[in-house]
């Protein structure tokens, strides 16, 4: 407690002295100042924004040993390395901020080095993705 109590303390000390003013040369209200250096330092419970989970289903026909999980023109948000086999899945949690897009791109990679891909999915809590043969690049 006293560890988010400094941090809070931070981020409002930060949030008054360093800023930069927006396009229009105005600077945003110290509430959505803080509220975005908390969110950058991932304090969930400061910030506007709550974990989504999410499975993928491996439904290639192969092992499949990378998967990516990123928004449109972004690095990677999650990924992993291992062996996911046909039929397995795995699960993957994401922090979305409120009135954030949840559209992402999904790409995995398999045993042969052969790469499939899901463009533009919308991500729900508790959602299935089903990665097949057909989406392979």
Do not use: H, W
């Not at 950058?40 to 993928?56: A, D, K």
Request: with cysteine; net charge negative; charged share 20%.
């Amino acid at each position: 407690m006293k560890k988010k109590i400094a941090l809070l303390f931070l981020c409002i000390s930060a949030a008054v002295f360093v800023f930069p003013q927006d396009e229009a040369g105005q600077s945003p209200s110290l509430l959505d100042r803080v509220l975005n250096i908390a969110s950058e330092l991932g304090m969930s419970s400061f910030s506007n924004s709550e974990n989504s989970s999410f499975n993928i289903l491996n439904r290639t026909g192969f092992t499949v040993k990378s998967i990516s999980v990123s928004r449109s023109g972004s690095q990677d948000l999650v990924s992993f390395d291992g062996n996911l086999y046909n039929g397995e899945s795995f699960r993957f949690s994401l922090k979305i901020s409120s009135g954030e897009a949840n559209s992402y791109n999904i790409r995995l990679m398999d045993e042969d080095g052969a790469y499939y891909s899901k463009q533009n999915v919308e991500i729900t809590e508790s959602a299935v993705i089903e990665i097949r043969i057909t989406d392979l690049e």
